[in-house]
């Protein structure tokens, strides 16, 4: 089972749409989950990160964890064409613990105007 | 907003030449990473530094490459002796001490080795 999976897509919604974009992972020792937009040939940018169980939210973005199964999810309300981009899971242990990322392979968005 | 730095953007090299890719880290942050990326493929994780000292290191990063700080703002991933499996995007990565997890990439440069 590989550590961290995440549906490649693509995934093509209309403008204004709700997004559910998700990860699974198998390391039960993963405590900070994150989540990075990546434009095409481009750096990664931190969109947002959670801590162990719950939700947190900022602006269009919510982002979901769920422990006991496993599975994190981002949510983008109201989704733009700007949110056109490959969103990427990834996942570390507790700080103080390792300090590598662990990415999930990337969700390709296209939103259509 | 402070940012992550990299140069070259794109660096084209024969195999088995040596390459050095550079970054500037955000200026108060201490823990510096190196991941790469190969085409369509998953972001890996390289190498962390911290203290003037690897902190970790993955499979991937053995003896072909180093990584150094030669200076208060640059960090460097040096590659001796180039392969073509070498080819990817090489990002740089910077996070404050406390935060390991909040890391912040640079743009990335594009090695090319032919």
């Known amino acids: 089972q590989k550590e961290v999976e995440q549906d490649p897509g693509p995934l093509s919604v209309p403008e204004g749409a709700i997004v559910s974009l998700n990860c699974t992972y198998s390391n039960s020792a993963f405590q900070y989950f994150m989540w990075y937009r990546q434009y095409s040939r481009k750096g990664p940018e931190l969109l947002m990160y959670t801590y162990s169980s719950g939700n947190k939210e900022d602006g269009r973005f919510t982002a979901q964890v769920d422990k006991s199964s496993k599975y994190i999810s981002l949510f983008i309300r109201d989704s733009q064409p700007s949110d056109s981009a490959t969103y990427l899971c990834a996942m570390t242990p507790t700080q103080g613990g390792s300090e590598k990322l662990v990415f999930g392979k990337g969700t390709k968005l296209t939103v259509n105007p | 907003e402070p940012e992550v730095t990299q140069t070259p953007s794109h660096q084209v090299t024969q195999m088995g030449q040596e390459v050095i890719l550079r970054c500037v880290p955000i200026?108060?942050?201490?823990?510096f990473y190196w991941y790469r990326q190969i085409l369509g493929q998953k972001v890996e994780f390289l190498v962390s530094f911290y203290n003037n000292e690897i902190s970790e290191k993955s499979e991937i990063f053995d003896d072909q490459f180093s990584v150094e700080r030669p200076d208060g703002s640059n960090f460097t991933l040096k590659i001796r002796s180039t392969k073509l499996e070498d080819s990817a995007m090489y990002f740089c990565?910077?996070?404050?001490?406390?935060?390991?997890?909040?890391?912040?990439f640079g743009p990335g440069t594009r090695l090319t080795v032919t």
């Open positions: 200026s108060n942050h201490l823990y």
């Open positions: 990565a910077s996070s404050a001490t406390n935060r390991v997890y909040e890391q912040y």
